[in-house]
């Protein structure tokens, strides 16, 4: 991994957690616009990570909420047949 992915994958990071501290999901997008003005190429670095980060983050919660569902699905019919 070159300087440029190091660097853009660290400046994720962070992003993301104070993202989640303020509770402000767009903070990348201000984070990019700020790296446009002087590295176009670690703005599309940058960008990359976040988005992939960002699409992990919300296919692990899909997830999450799919297998309580289903859990919850499964004990109301073991319920069911017990009555």
Known sequence: MGTLERMAEKLAEDTMKVQKELDNE???VEVGNILA???QSLEEAYLTEMR???AEEKARKFLVTRIKSAR???AADAISANE
């Open 37 to 39: 003005a002087s590295s």
């Open 52 to 54: 992939v980060r960002m």
């Open 26 to 28: 767009r903070l990348f």
């Open 72 to 74: 919850a699905e499964k």
